[in-house]
């Protein structure tokens, strides 16, 4: 239950500050509350909100729209199974049913210990290589019943720690605009024609403009 | 066979690994197109791209040249928003494009920016494809610092932000004004259109133009080639080359860049350099030729070649390039299932008739397919369909906003239409256990014990 830490905030800021309306940054920000404590909490949709400048209840309509943001804590592996037609004809539904069984639980539970959350999900872009899966968002293809069963025993013996981070974490390199190269974000309320444009637009515009003067 | 020489346009670079790093971008001959862009005027790039015919990629297959076109004269900020939320079933390509060469994406938007007078380009990146939100923001990190994008680039006057923003996991967000939506930071439902469109008020109901990541990855070629080049390849209305994604009971599943308008399905399907047949050498049952989004397809389709125009006529579309194989084998019912309860949970609850049809449509499918179907439910699945898309026709008409309603009509009176038999056994046969259970139950009440 935690607000952003500084960090967190300074990183906050600067996502911020690259869009034109604040309410924009919603999502991104709604990710790096659930990066910080694995799923958002509501503290950090009060936070989120001070932030971006609006209601916490408009913060927790976006965010409940998004299958991706979990209000509750998951395991800290998410398993997500493709369930959709690619898949399926490849032998999803067995596999699906075959992680139930493995997990010892069914799609949309987590374990007792805390390390696993099973779900079938929609398709994740991965059509040729079916089935397929994804923890925490990392890709898993061809996938087998044996190939399930060892990716579960290497989570659980923490020995894919370095490649997949616990859930919540989504890309691990943040985009970064040095202030000496940004452009700036183009405000919708200033109506000015982009430098580059305005011999084009002279070009173009100006009979128009001469006839409306 | 039409398996042509074309050259790979966008996919040249993913024989190298290090291809989405700037060094292996610009050893491989990138970032020469925006530097060609920046030494013409914005409408000469602008006149390229029209003349390439490109179409777009994402599923509606719009020109881009006419697209950029709408923006209205005087109305200032544009912004350029690129549609990289992948999510309809059986497509995959865009994620590939941004994993593999994201550079080339990059230089795509820059020169579509520069060409349209865009003054902030946001990249959305579907949520679940955390290596490409990766690759995208190394490749943007390494772009700005070698003074590729940003302000002033490459020394001229053209300044332009591209902001990688994050998606959270909602297939209607790749619907264009839903994608703005979200963008907005709201709930990803479609906006009602017309009046506006996104080029006229999209992005803050300022003019922006949506493009798909292939769309935008296949700019550079055009520009550095030039659109006559580009339009040399393909078809009279569809030119150049598209990735299609060939997926299920094929014995080489893959993604394959072909010459567009000149390769068959039957190429795709076949052809031991693409999908190398069906599995185990089954008959074909049926293919989806676009995504989970379009009609069936089937046996007698195979020679259409792989054109906007013919397969439209034919009744169905290219959509995202997704060709999804269904061997003999498959029960229609269930596939048919997997597919509307997809476009259900998927439904954004906007419109009524997409809401309600789409759940009702699952539940009348499941049951069905679960052994508890009743004789009316075939004219009911029909009923519910015409409801969403009144006279079940293709093109689609809609009673709702954006089209993912008819979608869920797509498989339905497909495998109605051609499979009927296959439902009618399964509904035959829990009729017959109904039955059965009754007349069990009615020897039950009549059975008088003795004494």
């Known amino acids: 239950m935690a607000r952003f830490t500084p960090e967190n905030e300074t990183v906050a800021r600067e996502i911020l500050s690259r869009y034109p309306v604040p309410k924009s940054a919603l999502v991104p920000l709604l990710h790096l509350a659930q990066e910080q404590d694995g799923h958002v909490t509501r503290d950090a949709m009060v936070h989120i909100a001070e932030l971006v400048g609006v209601t916490p209840a408009e913060v927790i309509g976006t965010c409940t729209f998004y299958e991706m943001f979990k209000m509750e804590p998951v395991g800290r592996y998410l398993v997500n199974v493709c369930t959709n037609i690619s898949?399926?004809?490849?032998?999803?539904?067995?596999?699906?049913?075959?992680?139930?069984?493995?997990?010892?639980?069914?799609?949309?539970?987590?374990?007792?210990?805390?390390?696993?959350?099973?779900?079938?999900?929609?398709?994740?872009?991965?059509?040729?290589?079916?089935?397929c899966l994804q923890v925490n968002y990392r890709y898993r293809t061809n996938v087998t019943n044996e190939s399930f069963d060892s990716l579960v025993n290497e989570l659980a013996a923490g020995e894919l720690e370095d490649e997949i981070p616990p859930h919540g974490t989504l890309a691990r390199i943040r985009q970064h605009i040095p202030a000496d190269r940004a452009a700036g974000v183009a405000p919708p309320d200033v109506n000015r024609v982009p430098v580059w444009m305005q011999t084009a637009v002279a070009d173009t515009e100006s009979p128009a403009g001469s006839e409306a003067n | 066979m039409a398996v042509t020489d074309a050259p790979k346009m966008i996919t040249s670079r993913f024989g190298r690994d290090d291809a989405h790093t700037l060094a292996g971008y610009e050893a491989s001959g990138g970032y020469q197109a925006l530097r060609k862009a920046l030494s013409m005027t914005p409408e000469q790039v602008h006149t390229q791209v029209k003349e390439a015919s490109l179409l777009g990629?994402?599923?509606?297959?719009?020109?881009?040249?006419?697209?950029?076109?709408?923006?209205?004269?005087?109305?200032?900020?544009?912004?350029?928003?690129?549609?990289?939320?992948?999510?309809?079933?059986?497509?995959?390509?865009?994620?590939?494009?941004?994993?593999?060469?994201?550079?080339?994406?990059?230089?795509?938007?820059?020169?579509?920016?520069y060409a349209v007078g865009c003054a902030q380009a946001f990249l959305y990146?579907?949520?679940?494809?955390?290596?490409?939100?990766?690759?995208?923001?190394?490749?943007?990190?390494?772009?700005?610092?070698?003074?590729?994008?940003?302000?002033?680039?490459?020394?001229?006057?053209?300044?332009?932000?591209?902001?990688?923003?994050?998606?959270?996991?909602?297939?209607?967000?790749?619907?264009?004004?839903?994608?703005?939506?979200s963008l907005e930071g709201n709930r990803g439902m479609p906006r009602l259109k017309p009046p506006f469109f996104p080029a006229a008020k999209g992005l803050y109901m300022q003019p922006t133009i949506v493009n798909n990541v292939e769309t935008l990855s296949n700019v550079p070629w055009i520009i550095t080639h030039g659109g006559e080049a580009y339009a040399g390849f393909g078809a009279e209305g569809s030119k150049g080359t598209r990735m299609f994604a060939?997926?299920?009971?094929?014995?080489?599943?893959?993604?394959?860049?072909?010459?567009?308008?000149?390769?068959?399905?039957?190429?795709?399907?076949?052809?031991?350099?693409?999908?190398?047949?069906i599995r185990s050498d089954r008959q074909l049952k049926a293919f989806i030729p676009g995504g989970a989004s379009a009609p069936w397809f089937y046996e007698e389709h195979l020679d259409l070649p792989l054109e906007k125009v013919a397969v439209d006529k034919a009744g169905s579309m290219l959509g995202s390039g997704a060709v999804v194989v269904m061997d003999e084998t498959t029960d229609a019912v269930k596939a048919c299932l997997n597919v509307v309860r997809f476009f259900?949970?998927?439904?954004?609850?906007?419109?009524?008739?997409?809401?309600?049809?789409?759940?009702?449509?699952?539940?009348?499918?499941?049951?069905?397919?679960?052994?508890?179907?009743?004789?009316?439910?075939?004219?009911l699945l029909m009923d519910v369909c015409d409801n969403i898309s009144p006279g079940i026709a293709w093109p689609p008409k809609q009673t709702t906003i954006c089209p993912l309603g008819p979608s869920a009509v797509s498989p339905i009176s497909s495998a109605l239409q051609r499979f009927r038999p296959e439902f009618e056994a399964k509904v035959a046969a829990a009729t017959k256990a109904r039955a059965d259970a009754v007349a069990v139950a009615v020897d039950v009440r009549t059975a008088v014990p003795h004494g």
């Open chain 2, 125 to 181: 990146v579907r949520g679940e494809m955390a290596l490409a939100q990766e690759r995208i923001a190394a490749a943007l990190n390494e772009a700005y610092a070698a003074g590729y994008v940003g302000k002033s680039i490459l020394g001229s006057d053209f300044s332009v932000d591209v902001v990688l923003h994050w998606g959270a996991g909602a297939y209607i967000v790749g619907e264009e004004t839903a994608l703005i939506e």
């Open chain 1, 87 to 131: 898949c399926m004809l490849m032998g999803s539904d067995a596999l699906l049913h075959h992680a139930e069984e493995r997990l010892g639980i069914s799609a949309g539970d987590t374990t007792p210990d805390g390390m696993f959350t099973l779900e079938g999900v929609e398709c994740i872009a991965a059509c040729t290589e079916a089935p």
């Open chain 2, 57 to 113: 990629r994402g599923g509606a297959g719009f020109p881009a040249g006419v697209k950029w076109g709408f923006c209205p004269d005087g109305v200032w900020p544009r912004y350029i928003v690129v549609n990289g939320d992948e999510s309809e079933p059986g497509t995959y390509k865009d994620r590939m494009l941004m994993e593999r060469d994201p550079h080339q994406l990059i230089e795509g938007v820059l020169i579509a920016a």
């Open chain 2, 246 to 277: 060939v997926s299920g009971h094929v014995k080489n599943p893959g993604v394959y860049e072909v010459e567009f308008g000149v390769t068959t399905f039957r190429d795709l399907i076949y052809a031991p350099v693409y999908g190398g047949g």
């Open chain 2, 344 to 379: 259900a949970h998927e439904s954004c609850g906007k419109c009524t008739p997409c809401r309600e049809g789409t759940t009702w449509l699952e539940r009348i499918l499941s049951r069905i397919d679960d052994g508890y179907g009743r004789s009316s439910d075939l004219a």
